[in-house]
C-alpha cells in the first residue's frame, strides 16, 4: 500500500512540473496530462525492471555505454565528412540511438553469462537469492497438493505464478466442459489459498516468450531466466526441463518419497474392498493408496482384517504391497470400515498406476 501512495505521488510531481515549468509549450491542461502520461509511462518501467536480474541490467548498463562510446565515433566521423545540416544532425541522432538500443539488448541478453558471485559482497547474493525461487505449474496448482506442502512450511523463498498460466487457467475455468471448467476453478481456488498462508512470498510475474507457444517450453525459459526450479506433476514437462538443465520438484515423486515404508514380517490392518485377479486374492489399500493384495482373503471382502507382510513391489508407478492372511492366527474385525479405507477410494491418482498388476511376484 505505500508503495502504491508512493507512485501516485510520483506522477503527481511530475504532472506538476509539467505545469510549471512548461517544457512543451503547450497550455495548462495539456501539459498536466503530457505529465501524467511520462509519470505513468516511468512506473511502467520500473515495474518491469524489477522483474529483471541483477546480472541483465548490469550487462544492459555495460552494453549502454559501450554503444553510446560507439556512437559517439561514428558520429565525429560524420561530423568530419558530412557538411553542418539538418541530414549530419539526422545520422548522429539516429546512430546514438541505434548503437544505444543495439548495446542495451545485447548486453541483457549476454548478461546471464557473468559470475556475480564471484564478487561476493551484495553481489554473491544474488545467485542464491535466485535459486532459492520457485515457479508453479498448471498442473501442480489445479492438483492442489502443493497447498498442502506450503502450509506445512517445507516451501522456502518465493513462488512464483506466471502470468500466461494464470491465463491458461482462467482459459480452462471458462471452458464449455464441466470437467475442464472445476479443473480451472479449482486451481483459481487453490492460487487464492496459497496467497493467504502468511509466511510464504508469492510474486505474479508478467514476462512472457511470445515467440514460444506451449505453456511447457515457456515456464522451462522462464526457469532459465530467473534461476528458479519449476513445481510440477507432468510427466513430460519433468524430463524435458531436465534435459535442458533445469530442476524440477515433481510432487509426484515427493509423494511416493513419503509412503510409509513396510518390511516383510510386519503387521498390518488393513479393509479388503475387493477381489483380486489371482485366485482367492483380496485387494486393500493405504491412505496414500499404496495397493495391497493379501492371499487367502477374497471372502474377506467388506472386513477389516490383519495381515502379515510378505513382499514389497517398487515400480516407477509406485508402490506394491503382498501380504498372507492366516484365518487360524490373525484377528478378524466384523465389518466396521475404518477412516483410512475411505480415503484410499477416493485417492485414485495415487492408487489408479499401481491397479495394473494385482498377480504376486515371483
Given at each position: 500500500?505505500?508503495?502504491?501512495?508512493?507512485?501516485?505521488?510520483?506522477?503527481?510531481?511530475?504532472?506538476?512540473?509539467?505545469?510549471?515549468?512548461?517544457?512543451?509549450?503547450?497550455?495548462?491542461?495539456?501539459?498536466?496530462?503530457?505529465?501524467?502520461?511520462?509519470?505513468?509511462?516511468?512506473?511502467?518501467?520500473?515495474?518491469?525492471?524489477?522483474?529483471?536480474?541483477?546480472?541483465?541490467?548490469?550487462?544492459?548498463?555495460?552494453?549502454?555505454?559501450?554503444?553510446?562510446?560507439?556512437?559517439?565515433?561514428?558520429?565525429?566521423?560524420?561530423?568530419?565528412?558530412?557538411?553542418?545540416?539538418?541530414?549530419?544532425?539526422?545520422?548522429?541522432?539516429?546512430?546514438?540511438?541505434?548503437?544505444?538500443?543495439?548495446?542495451?539488448?545485447?548486453?541483457?541478453?549476454?548478461?546471464?553469462?557473468?559470475?556475480?558471485?564471484?564478487?561476493?559482497?551484495?553481489?554473491?547474493?544474488?545467485?542464491?537469492?535466485?535459486?532459492?525461487?520457485?515457479?508453479?505449474?498448471?498442473?501442480?496448482?489445479?492438483?492442489?497438493?502443493?497447498?498442502?506442502?506450503?502450509?506445512?512450511?517445507?516451501?522456502?523463498?518465493?513462488?512464483v505464478i506466471p502470468q500466461f498460466v494464470l491465463r491458461e487457467l482462467q482459459l480452462v475455468a471458462d471452458s464449455a466442459d464441466p470437467l475442464k471448467r472445476n479443473r480451472g476453478r479449482r486451481g483459481l481456488d487453490i492460487l487464492q489459498r496459497i496467497?493467504?498462508?502468511?509466511?510464504?512470498?508469492?510474486?505474479?510475474?508478467?514476462?512472457?516468450?511470445?515467440?514460444?507457444?506451449?505453456?511447457?517450453l515457456k515456464l522451462i525459459e522462464l526457469a532459465k531466466d530467473f534461476e528458479a526450479k519449476i513445481i510440477t506433476n507432468d510427466f513430460n514437462l519433468n524430463k524435458v526441463a531436465q534435459l535442458q538443465g533445469v530442476d524440477v520438484l515433481n510432487i509426484?515423486?515427493?509423494?511416493?518419497?513419503?509412503?510409509?515404508?513396510?518390511?516383510?514380517?510386519?503387521?498390518?490392518?488393513?479393509?479388503?474392498?475387493k477381489e483380486g485377479k489371482e485366485y482367492n486374492q483380496g485387494v486393500a489399500y493405504l491412505d496414500d493408496g499404496t495397493m495391497v493384495v493379501v492371499d487367502n482373503a477374497r471372502k474377506m471382502i467388506g472386513k477389516t482384517i490383519d495381515v502379515a507382510?510378505?513382499?514389497?513391489?517398487?515400480?516407477?508407478?509406485?508402490?506394491?504391497?503382498?501380504?498372507?492372511?492366516?484365518?487360524?492366527?490373525?484377528?478378524?474385525?466384523?465389518?466396521?470400515?475404518?477412516?483410512?479405507?475411505?480415503?484410499?477410494?477416493?485417492?485414485?491418482?495415487?492408487?489408479?498406476?499401481?491397479?495394473?498388476?494385482?498377480?504376486?511376484?515371483?
Open positions: 500500500m505505500d508503495l502504491i501512495l508512493v507512485r501516485i505521488v510520483f506522477i503527481l510531481l511530475v504532472a506538476a512540473a509539467c505545469f510549471v515549468l512548461h517544457p512543451f509549450g503547450l497550455s495548462p491542461v495539456p501539459d498536466i496530462a503530457v505529465g501524467l502520461v511520462i509519470g505513468l509511462a516511468i512506473i511502467i518501467f520500473e515495474t518491469r525492471l524489477r522483474a529483471v536480474s541483477l546480472k541483465r541490467l548490469i550487462g544492459a548498463a555495460i552494453g549502454s555505454i559501450l554503444g553510446i562510446i560507439g556512437a559517439f565515433l561514428f558520429s565525429t566521423v560524420i561530423r568530419n565528412s558530412i557538411a553542418p545540416g539538418s541530414t549530419q544532425s539526422f545520422l548522429m541522432l539516429t546512430i546514438m540511438l541505434f548503437m544505444a538500443y543495439v548495446g542495451l539488448i545485447v548486453g541483457a541478453n549476454k548478461g546471464d553469462l557473468l559470475n556475480l558471485s564471484a564478487l561476493g559482497g551484495v553481489f554473491g547474493g544474488e545467485k542464491q537469492a535466485k535459486r532459492s525461487m520457485k515457479i508453479l505449474d498448471t498442473s501442480v496448482i489445479i492438483d492442489g497438493r502443493i497447498a498442502d506442502i506450503a502450509e506445512t512450511g517445507f516451501l522456502d523463498g518465493v513462488l496467497q493467504k498462508i502468511a509466511n510464504l512470498q508469492v510474486q505474479i510475474v508478467e514476462d512472457d516468450y511470445p515467440s514460444v507457444r506451449e505453456v511447457d509426484n515423486e515427493l509423494a511416493n518419497a513419503m509412503k510409509p515404508i513396510v518390511l516383510p514380517g510386519e503387521a498390518m490392518r488393513v479393509f479388503i474392498l507382510v510378505t513382499s514389497v513391489l517398487q515400480t516407477t508407478a509406485g508402490k506394491m504391497i503382498f501380504g498372507k492372511f492366516d484365518e487360524r492366527g490373525v484377528s478378524m474385525v466384523q465389518p466396521t470400515r475404518p477412516v483410512t479405507a475411505g480415503k484410499a477410494v477416493n485417492q485414485s491418482p495415487a492408487a489408479g498406476p499401481a491397479v495394473a498388476t494385482e498377480h504376486q511376484p515371483d
